[in-house]
């Protein structure tokens, strides 16, 4: 399981500061689709690209006083959020370092020292500030692990980051589940009600005598083997899935942190949605979810049995709008309740892994760059034209190219999705994120 952190502290510290900052990945920050939504208080921290973690930010719900809400969806969150702290295998209490100890920081102290996780005090906005004395200011509070950091400028993150990795379990799962190289490792993923258990079962049902759990999982996160046309798939974290069809909950909160822990363990992650109901925000998240972690991705539309003819053409009408950012991936209508468009859904799934986990030479990848560039080489930036020079493969799923040049910083966004699209046409990639990554020099 992927280890959870939570930041907890009063309003005002700087926790989504700080949430930013460690959850903002390269891509994220090079191009913010729009479509595609991040969560504000779940995130996948990746700066250890070996070693990521979700990071829950509880947005200062976590004291004593303070009411949740309940019986609407900001007061589920809320719920959710104090919980992951209750669980977290860290957490970072977080206090602001120039207005030193407050009564609201004292009282969330109180309820931390109830909940007895491993914790950090992290004295934030210590940008400009004696560190020392804003420290010792909380020393009373009587934290052995202590750190002066400022989130805003991105001080002392590196420090905080090797601590925090060296007091968090390993991810003990990953090895399993990665074992066999030949199975599609496949997480059906979305907002409660669209379908999910519905699918899993009926692919389980149909392949009852093939199908069986990981040996050595654990419980959260059972994996089941299965095979299908001839080809061997494991469908990972299917416990919560699976166990719900036979037990009725009465009140289903969405589990983000599973969601996430799903989206990481797989390599392909099959979104589901509802037809009758878009692309709603949640699933927007979900989607930026898969995009961040770098999987291949296929759209499943559910439902697809409940629509006449004119509800279809406009449901196709509005995915191809809100799914536009997504368009290399493939959308696949289904019905899981008849079983239908199973066979299309399996078939995008093996396109979309095949494509994600393509082998290239540095050859063909270095032809490839020299073709595009030729064909439309960049505009000139202040008297210099950026220059592309050669190529090699940097790894897959998703698959990367490291791409050597000068002046490579000043390529625009427009000409970084040509080349995208270029190697996406060239090497028919389908169902896959690309990723370049520029490296300057001869
Ligand atoms: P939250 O309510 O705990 O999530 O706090 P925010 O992240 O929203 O930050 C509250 C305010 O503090 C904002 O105006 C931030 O710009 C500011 N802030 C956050 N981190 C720092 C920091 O490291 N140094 C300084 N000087 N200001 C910060
Ligand atoms: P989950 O929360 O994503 O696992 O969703 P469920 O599998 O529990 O399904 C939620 C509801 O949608 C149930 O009432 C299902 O019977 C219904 N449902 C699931 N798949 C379909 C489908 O393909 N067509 C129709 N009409 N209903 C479906």
């Known amino acids: 399981m992927l280890p959870l952190v939570a930041l907890v502290g009063r309003p005002n510290v700087g926790k989504s500061t700080l949430f930013?900052?460690?959850?903002?990945?390269?891509?994220?920050?090079?191009?913010?689709e729009p479509g595609v939504t991040r969560d504000r208080n779940y995130g996948v921290c990746r700066l250890d690209e070996a070693r990521p973690f979700v990071l829950v930010d509880t947005g200062g719900i976590a004291g004593e006083n303070i009411h949740l809400e309940s019986g609407n969806l900001a007061g589920a969150t809320a719920r959710q959020a104090r919980a992951g702290a209750e669980e977290a295998d860290l957490v970072l209490f977080i206090v602001d370092g120039r207005e030193g100890p407050s009564a609201l920081d004292e009282d969330i102290l109180r309820w931390l020292?109830?909940?007895?996780?491993?914790?950090?005090?992290?004295?934030?906005?210590?940008?400009?500030?004696?560190?020392?004395?804003?420290?010792?200011?909380?020393?009373?509070?009587?934290?052995?692990?202590?750190?002066a950091i400022s989130s805003a400028h991105r001080q002392g993150l590196d420090e905080l980051l090797a601590q925090v990795l060296a007091k968090l379990p390993a991810d003990g799962d990953a090895e399993i589940l990665d074992d066999d190289p030949e199975r599609v490792r496949v997480a059906f993923v979305g907002r409660p009600n669209v379908g999910k258990s519905t699918l899993v079962n009926r692919i389980l049902g149909e392949e009852r005598m093939i199908a069986s759990d990981v040996a050595g999982t654990t419980r959260d996160s059972v994996a089941v083997d299965l095979e299908r046309d001839g080809r061997k798939?494991?469908?990972?974290?299917?416990?919560?899935?699976?166990?719900?069809a036979k037990v009725e909950e009465a009140v289903e909160t969405f589990s983000i942190i599973k969601t996430l822990q799903a989206i990481e363990q797989c390599q392909v992650a099959v979104i589901m949605l509802?037809?009758?109901?878009?692309?709603?925000?949640?699933?927007?998240?979900?989607?930026g979810a898969v995009l961040d972690a770098g999987r291949a991705l296929v759209v499943a539309v559910n439902k697809w049995d409940g629509l006449s003819d004119y509800q279809r053409e406009q449901v196709e009408a509005l995915l191809s709008r809100k799914l536009?950012?997504?368009?290399?991936?493939?959308?696949?209508?289904?019905s899981a309740k008849h079983g239908s468009g199973l066979r299309e859904l399996f078939g995008a799934i093996h396109r979309a892994h095949a494509s994600a986990t393509r082998v290239f030479s540095t050859a063909e990848v270095t032809?490839?760059?020299?073709?595009a560039y030729e064909t439309n080489p960049p505009p000139v930036v202040r008297g210099h034209v950026p220059k592309?020079?050669?190529?090699?493969?940097?790894?897959?799923?998703?698959?990367?190219f490291i791409v050597?040049?000068?002046?490579?910083?000043?390529?625009?966004?427009?000409?970084?999705?040509?080349?995208?699209?270029?190697?996406?046409?060239?090497?028919?990639?389908?169902?896959?994120?690309?990723?370049?990554?520029?490296?300057?020099?001869?």
């Open 388 to 400: 592309l020079r050669f190529a090699h493969p940097g790894g897959d799923n998703p698959p990367t």
């Open 113 to 147: 020292r109830k909940a007895s996780r491993p914790t950090f005090l992290v004295v934030n906005k210590t940008d400009g500030v004696d560190a020392r004395a804003a420290l010792a200011e909380f020393s009373r509070y009587g934290f052995s692990d202590v750190l």
């Open 20 to 32: 930013n900052a460690l959850t903002r990945t390269r891509d994220a920050l090079v191009h913010d």
């Open 367 to 371: 032809r490839a760059v020299e073709i």
């Open 404 to 442: 050597h040049g000068t002046r490579l910083r000043t390529l625009s966004e427009t000409y970084r999705r040509y080349l995208e699209n270029f190697f996406r046409k060239r090497f028919r990639l389908v169902g896959t994120p690309v990723r370049f990554v520029f490296k300057e020099g001869e």
């Open 324 to 334: 536009a950012f997504v368009q290399w991936a493939e959308a696949v209508r289904i």
């Open 233 to 244: 798939y494991r469908l990972v974290d299917t416990a919560g899935i699976r166990r719900r």
């Open 274 to 287: 509802d037809a009758s109901e878009g692309v709603t925000e949640q699933d927007a998240s979900v989607l």
